[in-house]
């Protein structure tokens, strides 16, 4: 995990993590703080062990420690996140030692993983896994901000579901 540990360690990645996590001090929905990041990760790790999908380790918990924090720019100047976290990982990943084809890799997965073509029903094995982790990831049963929740009923998780 010697590239994963080098992207933990960039002074990008570090500074991005800690500002969305004061911009999100306040939040009482879901934060987008490295717990949850990591929750991603391991989840579509294990999904992609569990579905037989080949993928380095090292390319999925890349993208599921980038994919949401692009959320710095959208909450200051309105960028979609997907989009703000797409351009932060392609210009940290080559420093962390990621070939060009694994970052178009994980730039697609980041910029599809609120839905489009990374749905459950298809998009890229990248793609989709995060999508899936992303909302897996989310412990809405026990959530004591349930009631002012914004996500329909249906989207909730109510149990554990890997």
């Known amino acids: 995990m010697r ?10 990645f570090t500074a991005a993590l800690s500002e969305l996590e ?3 001090e306040e939040r009482i929905f879901c934060r987008h703080d490295l717990p949850h990041l990591l929750d991603v990760a391991r989840i579509a790790w294990i999904q992609a062990l569990e579905q037989g999908v080949l993928l380095d380790k090292e390319v999925v918990y890349a993208a599921a420690l980038l994919h949401d ?3 710095v720019a959208q909450l200051r100047q ?3 996140h997907e989009e703000a976290s797409a351009a932060l990982a392609a210009a940290i990943l ?7 084809d694994e970052i ?3 730039s697609d997965a980041i910029l599809s993983h609120r ?3 990374a749905g ?3 998009g890229a094995p990248l793609g989709r896994l995060l999508y899936e982790a992303d909302k897996k990831s989310r412990t809405c049963w026990c959530c004591k901000a349930q009631a002012l929740c914004n996500w329909k009923a249906e989207r909730r998780n109510t149990g554990i579901d890997c």
């Open 3 to 12: 590239r994963v540990n080098a992207l933990l360690h960039h002074p990008r």
């Open 22 to 24: 004061a911009l999100e």
């Open 69 to 71: 924090l692009g959320r």
């Open 78 to 80: 309105g960028t979609p």
């Open 94 to 100: 080559p420093e962390c030692g990621y070939t060009e």
């Open 104 to 106: 178009v890799e994980l």
């Open 115 to 117: 839905g489009g073509n």
């Open 120 to 122: 459950p029903a298809g």
